[in-house]
């Protein structure tokens, strides 16, 4: 990672934390950019002039065309992630783009290339310079858009069903979050398997948007188990599980005989715009520890799966380019399409989390460096300024759903 | 499971748990049967007379060939098991045979088949009555001494592989008693992926006998996983473990990112012929628990799976059928082929079980109704008697190997 992008901008200077202007910028080239200016609402967020970054020698450039936005972000907004990042830092886990520059140790890829990419932060912004192993060249009909919104969600989607709970034809899947990123990608996946059933929770309110993605649908609030149980008595062969706390349980108890259950997120966690260390704890709490020697007795199998623990941290880019490489082919053979929920300029993002949030978006949130922003009936913001919140309109929800 | 196939013996009844002569035996046709007489050494095992089976609507007869013998069989006899019988009882959990009668209520079968079967107890007996669910016609080049080391030991080692793990190309893998049943059979598997890294673990002296079946073979007195690591320094993908007890927090340890480790036995718990309370509790108690957002945060998936009470408590008997019908086509195609360290009379099953708890088998131990007892020096019984028990020669070891 080149020391040129780092996310403090050249107009303003890092003082006890967080970003002042200072009076001699140094006159380099800017870019625009999204930056988490400390833990907390989506005040925090800002859009800044931050110096365009250069590439070392095995990196690649890229003139970011869109950025996808996860409900993880929410969690590193808030600093109730393991190992969060310092303050300020720019954002985004994954992008699309067009390569502009390369560093000499890269191979297989050139300038012009249309490319999506995963970063460790710094894709939200016009520019980012990222490790070409986790670079990844578009097909020729994938959107920029769609780009953005394939890496993360599809990713995570196929190695939960095809690695780890191992999907086979006449198999059954309880999943949550049907309507978010992740769940309509394994949606899209299951569909590729002959015979699955598929149950899913999500807010009553998109049930009618995703009923034909899947069997059956339920509101999170009623008791799922006991639904999944009128239809399949014995439960379901897998478990995929975004919530973590009491649901973690609920689906470990939901599992058949040689069922498996699978945590991939911990959104439960996240109950107001804010960091609540009261739902951290209660998540973190309800979470009965299993003892191997009961899975020997039930016949079952649990585990975790974190996507960027596994890129940024574990080292296994080559293990997510093959399944990158699969999910290409099946972009290719239409046997998969991301569903967008929406687009949204830089200085909208706060709204555009707040979405997640709410739990409104059906499909992918994507972020556009392109974008015009919102028209603001007050206080608006329509050209990107250094002091620039990203809260928007959101501003009068703040408190909204705050536990 | 009909009543007649009671495994009290005719010319015997039971009295407060124990197997005494009567006065006036009924005059049923009998058979010869190996019973367990109540938990504890070898000694509990008898060669019986018992009547012999009738079949219910749903169940063949089979005159038993060859019975398969397992190191749960062990833990049975000592009575260290979920949920141990009601003694006395016929053992037994595999064989091979011809069938001689059909239930009203079963297809695909018939008089005069040779097959494998599965029964919940009972196989080791002269003929046995078998729910045709379990079931299944052995190929014609298949012998019977083959067919009775089949079921139990590749249908665990492939669902192991393949169902719960997840086996791939350039893959690793650890397990422990490699020269067992199970371990040959899961080395045999392991062969059909490419490019697969098997380390070992098996007692010294066996080393040469089995070093060509897997790449890396260790003393499990020795620090495994040390060893391993100096090989893969991150680990290994995928982890069998028979052992429990240590050797479970051990093998959840050495996972790779993404790993997944699985519990399928725990013979750790027999340190000696009889029950001990101490190995029994320090197994358990040594056996952490974990926490699912443990794996979360370390990508890994444990697990645990036991073919018996998938078979008999939960009722997986077609899921187990496709498996089984996988296998055979291995078998046919000369993929697998069972190895068998040897095979032996009802009335040597003493020294048959001694030989498996003092780790000296190279393959499946198969106990074969036909077979003639070994002379033995003194108190040597050749032919089946009711009071003959099965422990032989074995009786000078009893106490070697006790905790």
Redesign the interface.
């Known amino acids: 990672m080149s020391e040129s992008a780092a996310p403090t901008a050249p107009g303003t200077t890092e003082q006890d934390g967080k970003v002042v202007e200072s009076e001699s910028p140094t006159p380099v080239k800017e870019m625009k950019s999204l930056v988490l200016t400390g833990f907390g609402g989506i005040k925090m967020l800002k859009v800044l002039q931050n110096p365009e970054p250069t590439v070392s020698e095995t990196e690649v450039l890229i003139r970011v065309k869109a950025g996808g936005l996860n409900f993880p972000d929410l969690m590193v907004r808030q600093g109730v992630i393991?190992n969060p990042p310092k303050t300020p830092i720019i954002m985004g886990f994954e992008c699309s783009g067009v390569i502009e520059a390369l560093g000499e140790n890269t191979t297989g890829l050139n300038v012009g290339d249309r490319v999506i990419g995963f970063s460790d932060y710094k894709c939200w912004a016009e520019l980012v310079a990222i490790p070409a192993k986790y670079v990844y060249k578009m097909p020729d009909n994938m959107s920029f858009h769609e780009g953005a919104s394939f890496p993360m969600n599809f990713a995570t989607a196929y190695?939960l069903l095809f690695?780890?709970a191992?999907l086979r034809k006449g198999q059954s899947l309880l999943l949550h979050a049907v309507a978010g990123g992740v769940g309509t990608a394994i949606c899209q996946l299951c569909k590729t398997v002959e015979d699955v059933t598929v149950f899913g929770t999500a807010s009553a309110g998109k049930h009618d948007s995703v009923r034909d993605n899947l069997t059956h649908i339920y509101d999170h609030a009623t008791d799922y188990c006991q639904e999944v149980r009128k239809v399949f008595p014995q439960g379901v062969d897998i478990v995929l599980d975004c919530l973590?706390g009491d649901d973690?349980n609920r689906g470990?108890s939901l599992l058949k005989?040689?069922g498996?259950?699978?945590?991939?997120g911990?959104s439960n966690i996240v109950t107001g715009e804010t960091k609540s260390f009261f739902s951290f704890a209660k998540s973190?709490w309800q979470?009965d520890?299993?003892?191997?020697?009961?899975?020997?007795?039930?016949?079952?199998?649990?585990?975790?799966?974190?996507l960027r623990?596994?890129l940024f941290q574990?080292?296994?880019d080559g293990?997510v380019r093959d399944i990158m490489n699969k999910l290409m082919k099946l972009y290719k053979d239409k046997k998969i399409k991301p569903t967008i929920d929406s687009a949204w300029a830089f200085e909208d993002a706060g709204d555009a989390m707040q979405k997640i949030q709410d739990r409104k978006n059906i499909g992918k949130i994507i972020l556009d460096p392109t974008a015009q922003p919102k028209p603001r009936p007050k206080e608006a913001t329509t050209e990107p300024a250094t002091e620039a919140t990203a809260d928007g309109e959101a501003k009068k929800d703040e408190t909204k759903s705050e536990a």
């Open positions: 393991e190695i690695d780890i191992n973590c973690t470990i005989p040689m498996k259950y699978i945590l991939y911990s973190w979470v520890k299993v003892s191997p020697i009961k899975l020997f007795d039930e016949n079952k199998v649990i585990g975790g799966f974190q623990r596994l574990q080292g296994q293990y």
